[in-house]
């Protein structure tokens, strides 16, 4: 079984940054491709990033290209999301997710584990 444990969020100012941390355990990841989806209120569970474990190849949505970067300490299991410039449309809970084949992709519905969540909030 696999556990992802997000951390980080948080309530920040337009303009400001956060770092969010997710915390794998349970399996061995090398074949794994991992991403962060948010959800807003009343909003679908969006794409934000995405990464190969193994390869480090790195995926984003168009509006968090250039502010946000994803990345992964595989000595520590843990996938992070670096978000810059945030902007209050980035208001939402923050999901970690696995998938157990190498490919990102977009689909919330292709991810086989999630996190429980964490709120990001961003005031104007």
């Known amino acids: 079984?696999?556990?992802l444990v997000e951390s980080g969020g948080g309530l920040v100012q337009a303009g400001g940054s956060?770092?969010?941390?997710?915390?794998?355990?349970?399996?061995?990841?090398?074949?794994y491709a991992m991403g962060w989806f948010r959800q807003a209120?009343?909003?679908?569970?969006?794409?934000?990033?995405?990464?190969?474990?193994?390869?480090?190849?790195?995926?984003y949505a168009d509006s968090v290209k250039g502010r946000f970067t994803i990345s992964r300490d595989n000595a520590k299991n843990t996938v992070y999301?670096?978000?810059?410039?945030l902007k209050?449309?980035?208001?939402a809970v923050y999901y970690c997710a696995a998938r157990t084949t190498p490919w990102v992709v977009t689909t919330p519905?292709?991810?086989?584990?999630?996190?429980q969540g964490t709120q990001v909030t961003v005031s104007s």
Do not use: H
Not at 24 to 30: C, E, V
Not at 81 to 85: F, H, I, K, P, R
Not at 109 to 115: A, L, P, Q
């Open 41 to 59: 209120p009343g909003k679908e569970r969006e794409f934000v990033a995405g990464i190969r474990w193994t390869a480090g190849s790195t995926y």
């Open 18 to 31: 956060l770092r969010l941390s997710c915390a794998a355990s349970g399996r061995t990841f090398s074949t």
């Open 88 to 91: 209050p449309e980035d208001t």
């Open 1 to 3: 079984q696999v556990q």
């Open 109 to 115: 519905r292709e991810y086989d584990y999630w996190g």
């Open 81 to 85: 999301l670096q978000m810059n410039v």
